[in-house]
């Protein structure tokens, strides 16, 4: 697929529409419950909704319908909580991904207290002028307070949307604040947002003091839940931990290649087009892991320089080599993955194959290709391939036929790997990122579907303008 010149990327704005005229077509109940105020021309961040609870067990399919109606891929779904799930929707324009992230919610649950009612906040909803629901005025303030509160952090920023929140119906938000919290916190709290001072002043200095007081009196006073509720409850929060931990979230990337076929310019565009699917990014060299590095360590120039190990030491070598993959990925690749990182590696163990020279290995290749099958494969392998000219022309750090040599012994490891793309690097940079996150958005958009277990519903489902 070529890429169209000059084709500006497609704002997250249609994205957003597209989904709540899915929501609407379906006679979805829904409610967006903050940071709604610039929707839909600037959506900075999640959209944070909710959904009455019988809506939970149809809202993977309809996102994913959506998705499709929409021309946007669903790539990830992250359960965080029982009752809450985060998607993460993406449309890929040349070399450029927009995003949507919709995080969705029934009762509004954190730290094991169910804080709203689901019910309650859809049954008093409002439109906004926009055309979308939101929640009421004394709603959207408390959700934001037990938001902030929980975290126990509040900047200014977030204080003068409280004061914004409250002055849109003070007398119904009072009434909630003295629900939620002890006289002597709202009271507090009250003063501050009346007064509706700058957050350098005293009343909301006195707010931020006494911040972690505060959310312990919310907690104190929140009803407490029936056992059997509470036991339901942990079952649910068991096997939600238990799913996380047989499906981790994460993705593993390793570019492997031969010298000057552009990896470090790859893996610096990709890791930034694909930050926003993930939780966080690690980059590793080749190994995983937190390994010592070398002190004053220079740049390679001449990687062929020093000579081949002994048979033995190179057998030693590769033994350590592997060692250090396996508990690397066990003790520090498995719980990134796990916490949906995206983990590239620039090189990985199968390096070795193509290019022993680099790392003096004068031992058996079968040996070599026999331990790295043992390995944790990455999902997926990007070997960046270029004829050997080009190669040359980009650096020169070993000779023509080193460089030729090289590029067939990279194009065979391929078959070393279950998920492996050879992706052509003699051509411009932004068709080759494309080619890289097109493969990449198309697995994690079907090991979403595949572990859903979900079908878009409503298939042609329509989504015009009322």
């Not at 409250?166 to 709290?189: F, G, M, Q, V």
Request: charged share 20%; with cysteine.
């Amino acid at each position: 697929m070529s890429l169209k010149q000059n084709l500006a990327p497609t704002s997250n704005q249609a994205i957003f529409e597209h989904m709540i005229r899915g929501f609407e077509a379906v006679g979805m109940p829904y409610c967006l419950l903050a940071g709604y105020d610039g929707f839909p021309q600037h959506i900075p961040s999640d959209v944070d909704f909710m959904v009455a609870t019988k809506s939970n067990a149809q809202l993977p399919a309809l996102i994913a319908s959506i998705a499709e109606a929409s021309g946007t891929k669903l790539i990830q779904h992250i359960q965080h909580e029982t009752t809450a799930s985060y998607f993460i929707l993406a449309k890929l324009q040349g070399s450029h991904i927009t995003y949507l992230h919709p995080d969705s919610s029934s009762d509004y649950r954190r730290n094991g207290k169910r804080w709203l009612l689901s019910e309650s906040v859809l049954e008093n909803r409002r439109r906004h002028p926009h055309g979308f629901w939101i929640p009421s005025a004394a709603d959207a303030f408390i959700y934001y307070l037990i938001k902030k509160l929980d975290k126990g952090h509040l900047s200014a920023l977030q204080a003068s949307e409280l004061t914004h929140r409250y002055h849109e119906d003070s007398a119904s938000c009072r009434e909630r604040l003295y629900k939620l919290l002890p006289i002597n916190e709202a009271s507090l709290l009250e003063a501050a947002l009346n007064e509706n001072k700058i957050f350098a002043d005293q009343a909301w200095k006195s707010v931020e003091i006494n911040l972690t007081g505060i959310k312990q009196a919310m907690h104190a006073k929140a009803q407490t839940i029936a056992w059997r509720a509470r036991w339901l409850d942990w079952l649910a929060e068991a096997q939600r931990v238990w799913l996380r931990l047989r499906a981790p979230t994460g993705l593993r990337i390793a570019f492997l290649g031969p010298d000057g076929s552009g990896k470090s310019t790859v893996i610096s565009a990709v890791t930034e087009q694909l930050s926003q699917s993930f939780r966080q990014v690690e980059y590793r060299h080749l190994r995983p892991g937190r390994l010592p590095k070398k002190s004053n360590a220079e740049p390679v120039t001449n990687p062929h320089a020093k000579p081949l190990r002994s048979k033995l030491g190179s057998h030693l070598k590769l033994l350590y080599f592997w060692s250090q993959y396996m508990l690397g990925n066990l003790t520090w690749l498995y719980p990134r993955y796990v916490r949906s990182t995206l983990v590239i590696f620039d090189r990985y163990f199968h390096d070795l194959l193509a290019d022993p020279m680099r790392y003096r290995y004068g031992g058996s290749l079968n040996l070599a290709r026999l331990l790295g099958r043992t390995l944790t494969q990455p999902d997926l392998v990007f070997i960046l391939d270029a004829p050997a000219e080009i190669l040359q022309s980009r650096k020169q750090e070993v000779s023509f036929a080193e460089s030729a040599r090289q590029r067939t012994a990279y194009q065979s490891l391929a078959a070393e790997f279950n998920n492996s793309h050879i992706i052509n690097t003699n051509q411009p940079v932004e068709q080759v990122i494309h080619d890289v996150l097109s493969q990449v958005l198309d697995f994690l958009e079907t090991r979403t579907h595949r572990r859903l277990h979900i079908t878009p519903i409503n298939k042609g489902l329509k989504l015009c303008k009322p």
